[in-house]
């Protein structure tokens, strides 16, 4: 039976655009489209080398469930990059607006221009990553490691929120490790791909070939170190790699989005290895860092936009440097498509579109957070038991129920098993003295929200 691959893509696109914001949604998944099916096997068409990366390494599972969700024969998916085709330009005006001046104004880039053994992106430099009280410690201590590879901080261990730049910042210290001497053997690479070949190394029986591809680097970059947890034999392996390194002065670099501490499913030896060198984080940016960043970043898209519009995109934009980024794009988007530099009230109703709806807080939000963040199963909170990994969980979502969503103590002890209200009200107290002299849960409580309320915005 044939299969229509445009209605196929349309319809998984459908689903995956739940999974992310919009402006992650247009800048992954523009000018992509299915190809091919072949024994279990989609092929995607994908505009360049970086896209390609991203959406294998970074929204995979997103696609793969989509698509299996509509049609269960599909089995994996191949992306195969297609250069596309720039339609003629039919005005001065609009050829004005649409010749990019800086090869940066592409969403990916070219592969001819990137360092293919050390995976770097070549737009991520120290040059083009703007400085804020938000970031300059990390900052200062990725050019310490950069210019004193093995010896400064080693390791160097940058955590954070999503879209905030950790990746610019440890494929910056890369890009100028590269630079200062162009015989050093750096790689770049997720803990998702490590995984994955780690995995297909034991399938293909060449585990040796694994451990020796690795131990041949003197600075070696993980991204998103978290995605390890409770791989145990992932985390295994990867403890003899890092010990090896180490030993040789081979300067190691990590980013996850929470300190080490706060990665449930991370064994205890490779957690103390975490801790072992410099534990640095990059928060959300202030106003004026957004204001800069976003004015830089028109710049080196060689796109004009008054102070008025920047002003505007970087005080409706807050929290994730990345759909920062998105809403510029946007905005540079629809005025070249329209021919002509967008007014204010123009770009307000862009950014109005692009907006992710605002969902309810709801109590299942609460509870699949808290079962996600202690990698707990949901089904867990409910049972009864006295198990010191449920019971802290637990007590940590009554609290949350009653002081953020005002629910009451029976209705909360009604969720959670058919428990009587006292058990909840001694839940919210023990929670509540707790956190009056408790650094660790305070922490746990803000990391917590921050997810929540991220999720529900």
């Known amino acids: 039976m044939a299969i229509d691959y445009e209605k196929l893509w349309k319809d998984a696109l459908v689903e995956i655009e739940f999974n992310l914001s919009r402006a992650n949604f247009a800048t992954w998944f523009k000018n992509t489209s299915i190809s091919g099916y072949e024994n279990g096997v989609i092929f995607i068409n994908v505009p360049s080398g970086f896209v390609k990366e991203w959406l294998s390494n970074k929204y995979h599972k997103f696609i793969i469930k989509a698509l299996r969700d509509i049609n269960s024969n599909i089995r994996n998916i191949e992306y195969c990059i297609v250069a596309q085709t720039i339609p003629p330009v039919k005005n001065e005006q609009a050829k004005m607006a649409s010749a990019p001046a800086h090869a940066e104004e592409q969403l990916g880039f070219n592969e001819f221009y990137a360092d293919k053994e050390a995976n770097l992106n070549p737009k991520y430099t120290f040059d083009s990553y703007i400085v804020g009280s938000f970031n300059e410690v990390a900052n200062a201590a990725a050019l310490s490691v950069a210019k004193n590879l093995g010896t400064a901080y080693n390791p160097l261990f940058i955590y954070g929120g999503v879209g905030l730049g950790k990746t610019h910042l440890i494929q910056a210290i890369g890009n100028k490790v590269k630079e200062n001497n162009p015989e050093n053997k750096v790689l770049y690479l997720t803990s998702e791909k490590f995984t994955t070949e780690f995995i297909n190394s034991i399938q293909n029986k060449n585990t040796y070939s694994f451990k020796e591809k690795y131990r041949k680097y003197n600075f070696l970059i993980i991204d998103d170190i978290q995605f390890f947890a409770n791989k145990l034999k992932v985390q295994e392996e ?90 510029l794009n946007s905005v540079i988007g629809q005025s070249k498509i329209k021919g002509k ?35 707990i199963e949901e089904k867990n909170l409910f049972e009864k038991t006295r198990k010191k990994e449920i019971v802290m969980p637990r007590q940590i979502a009554m609290y949350l129920l009653r002081e953020d969503l005002s629910i009451s103590y029976p209705y909360i002890g009604q969720k959670f098993g058919q428990r009587d209200h006292t058990t909840v009200i001694h839940a919210y107290k023990k929670i509540n003295n707790s956190i009056k002299n408790n650094d660790r849960l305070n922490q746990e409580l803000a990391i917590i929200r921050n997810i929540l309320y991220e999720k529900s915005a």
């Open 341 to 375: 530099i967008l007014n204010q009230q123009e770009v307000k109703d862009i950014l109005k579109k692009n907006a992710k709806p605002i969902k309810t807080l709801t109590i299942n939000h609460v509870i699949k957070t808290i079962a996600d963040f202690y990698n």
């Open 238 to 327: 990867f403890f003899h790699i890092f010990n090896t390194l180490y030993e040789r002065n081979s300067q190691i670099v990590f980013s996850s989005d929470k300190p080490p501490k706060y990665i449930v499913g991370l064994e205890e030896r490779l957690r103390s290895r975490f801790e072992g060198g410099m534990i640095v984080d990059v928060s959300p940016p202030e106003f004026e860092a957004r204001l800069a960043i976003i004015r830089e970043k028109a710049r080196l898209k060689g796109y004009p936009l008054s102070d008025e519009i920047l002003e505007y995109i970087a005080s409706a934009i807050q929290e994730n440097i990345r759909e920062l980024e998105g809403a």
